[in-house]
């Protein structure tokens, strides 16, 4: 069971990216969201690590993938919204 964790929390996260993508109103749980956008991939990254075999690359190149995905169109939504 621990095999396919990560790679469910990997499939949470970029359902609720695709989610946030598609522009569907979540109403007050848009904030909760987010976060758990966030917080999947690395749960899925530390979740990974435990693991062993060739299994355990592939979630922890994937999680890491996911992460920096996230967080590179978090910078560029900011910088068009001129957050900084």
Avoid: D
């Amino acid at each position: 069971m621990s095999k396919i964790v990560p790679y469910l929390l990997l499939a949470i996260s970029l359902l609720l990216f695709g989610l946030i993508q598609s522009g569907i109103s979540l109403g007050s749980l848009g904030p909760i969201v987010v976060i758990a956008m966030i917080l999947c991939p690395i749960l899925a990254l530390i979740v990974g690590i435990r693991n062993s075999g060739k299994g355990k690359w592939i979630s922890v190149v994937l999680s890491v993938v996911v992460i920096l995905t996230v967080s590179l169109i978090g910078i560029i939504g900011t910088a068009f919204l001129n957050e900084f």
